[in-house]
């Protein structure tokens, strides 16, 4: 008996959130017709979203034509909708939480709140966009920007979806380099926590190498770059680089035969030090190259004994750094060779200083196409 009464009572509480989902969903739908309604009851919404909003073209536009919150965001099928009111119902008990009560908090979470929002339109294929926007009716010809044409056809045809491209076309974009600067701070505290513990490490950072302790640098190793320790002596490692080099290109040691993703940038004052173990010509582009090893010294700070975290740092690098105008192009999307043309190409477009330009560049190439489409 007492069992019976739960199932009851639980059918009962199941009812009630159903009977409220649906009839909210019908007072949803009637006051949020003008600006946002309902939404911008909350002061998260009207301070920290409806600023950029009021000024961008979905609200205002030489059409009329206006796209509220719910155009965006709330399905306009019965049942995805309901779907999105119960999830709704989660948001507004952290509204009362006060989880994003402050701008400080609510930009703190741009970034995490709008991936979630970018997520699930992709994973619908940008259904409400296409409520307003129907493909079939573009007319390419009359773009003010034919080069924008061009890129949404590419785009369209590849199988992209709208906010593949049009992040932040409504709203503020979030700080993209957050996400990847987080995981850089993880990986230096990582490099902290494991100390010098196991024989190969590898650099988080381009770092330079010596000939000989406390001398002057005399070169620089590229970050991921998998180095031998040999000896450790005071806050030094005396490591082994091996690698390859291309027969009268004494200046840099290369991850692979054939390919120029960078190892080790060598001065003058050590080239001579490099050891040559096995020499070979390249069939595709008959170019002689020489399998060789080098033994040097470099400062332990800076480094750790799995490229793992190094590899996830990258990853959050390519969609953060790439994702804001188009879709993030695969890694192996190209050889490693191509990569140093296409990035130095979009270098305009990204916001990366000269020590993350050349870690992505590197987990780029020994991603490529060429490496198996990953290493």
């Given at each position: 008996?007492?069992?019976?009464f739960t199932t009851k009572r639980a059918l009962l509480v199941i009812g009630?959130?159903?009977?409220?989902?649906?009839?909210?969903?019908?007072?949803?739908?009637?006051?949020?017709?003008?600006?946002?309604?309902?939404?911008?009851?909350?002061?998260?919404?009207?301070?920290?979203?409806?600023?950029?909003?009021?000024?961008?073209?979905?609200?205002?536009?030489?059409?009329?034509?206006?796209?509220?919150?719910?155009?965006?965001?709330?399905?306009?099928?019965?049942?995805?909708?309901?779907?999105?009111?119960?999830?709704?119902?989660?948001?507004?008990?952290?509204?009362?939480?006060?989880?994003?009560?402050?701008?400080?908090?609510?930009?703190?979470?741009?970034?995490?709140?709008?991936?979630?929002?970018?997520?699930?339109?992709?994973?619908?294929?940008?259904?409400?966009?296409?409520?307003?926007?129907?493909?079939?009716?573009?007319?390419?010809?009359?773009?003010?920007?034919?080069?924008?044409?061009?890129?949404?056809?590419?785009?369209?045809?590849?199988?992209?979806?709208?906010?593949?491209?049009?992040?932040?076309?409504?709203?503020?974009?979030?700080?993209?380099?957050?996400?990847?600067?987080?995981?850089?701070?993880?990986?230096?505290?990582?490099?902290?926590?494991?100390?010098?513990?196991?024989?190969?490490?590898?650099?988080?950072?381009?770092?330079?190498?010596?000939?000989?302790?406390?001398?002057?640098?005399?070169?620089?190793?590229?970050?991921?770059?998998?180095?031998?320790?040999?000896?450790?002596?005071?806050?030094?490692?005396?490591?082994?680089?091996?690698?390859?080099?291309?027969?009268?290109?004494?200046?840099?040691?290369?991850?692979?035969?054939?390919?120029?993703?960078?190892?080790?940038?060598?001065?003058?004052?050590?080239?001579?030090?490099?050891?040559?173990?096995?020499?070979?010509?390249?069939?595709?582009?008959?170019?002689?190259?020489?399998?060789?090893?080098?033994?040097?010294?470099?400062?332990?700070?800076?480094?750790?004994?799995?490229?793992?975290?190094?590899?996830?740092?990258?990853?959050?690098?390519?969609?953060?750094?790439?994702?804001?105008?188009?879709?993030?192009?695969?890694?192996?999307?190209?050889?490693?060779?191509?990569?140093?043309?296409?990035?130095?190409?979009?270098?305009?477009?990204?916001?990366?200083?000269?020590?993350?330009?050349?870690?992505?560049?590197?987990?780029?190439?020994?991603?490529?196409?060429?490496?198996?489409?990953?290493?």
């Amino acid at each position: 008996m007492t069992h019976l009464f739960t199932t009851k009572r639980a059918l009962l509480v199941i009812g009630l959130i159903v009977v409220t989902c649906i009839s909210s969903a019908g007072v949803f739908a009637t006051t949020n017709k003008e600006s946002g309604g309902f939404c911008l009851s909350c002061h998260e919404m009207k301070e920290n979203v409806f600023p950029a909003y009021s000024k961008s073209k979905h609200y205002m536009s030489a059409s009329g034509v206006r796209a509220d919150c719910s155009s965006c965001h709330v399905p306009s099928d019965f049942l995805p909708m309901l779907q999105r009111k119960i999830v709704a119902s989660r948001e507004l008990v952290q509204s009362f939480k006060g989880v994003l009560d402050t701008p400080e908090k609510f930009d703190e979470n741009r970034l995490r709140l709008a991936k979630r929002v970018w997520a699930e339109m992709e994973a619908n294929d940008s259904r409400e966009c296409r409520e307003c926007h129907e493909q079939k009716a573009f007319k390419y010809d009359s773009f003010k920007k034919q080069d924008g044409a061009k890129r949404m056809q590419k785009g369209l045809s590849e199988g992209q979806t709208c906010i593949n491209c049009h992040k932040g076309i409504t709203h503020k974009l979030p700080d993209m380099s957050s996400g990847y600067k987080l995981a850089f701070e993880e990986l230096i505290t990582l490099a902290k926590e494991q100390g010098i513990s196991g024989d190969i490490q590898y650099p988080i950072l381009m770092m330079p190498i010596y000939k000989e302790k406390d001398g002057k640098p005399v070169g620089r190793l590229l970050p991921a770059t998998q180095v031998k320790v040999l000896e450790r002596a005071d806050g030094w490692l005396n490591v082994l680089i091996e690698g390859w080099q291309q027969d009268g290109v004494d200046a840099m040691i290369y991850e692979e035969q054939g390919k120029r993703i960078f190892s080790a940038a060598l001065s003058k004052k050590i080239r001579s030090d490099v050891k040559v173990h096995g020499t070979q010509v390249d069939p595709d582009t008959e170019q002689t190259w020489h399998q060789v090893s080098l033994t040097c010294w470099i400062k332990s700070e800076n480094v750790i004994n799995s490229r793992e975290p190094l590899w996830s740092y990258g990853s959050e690098m390519l969609s953060s750094a790439c994702s804001t105008c188009h879709n993030a192009t695969p890694a192996a999307h190209f050889n490693a060779n191509q990569w140093i043309g296409n990035l130095k190409a979009m270098k305009h477009n990204i916001s990366l200083s000269k020590q993350e330009y050349r870690f992505f560049l590197k987990y780029l190439q020994m991603h490529a196409s060429d490496m198996n489409g990953s290493h």
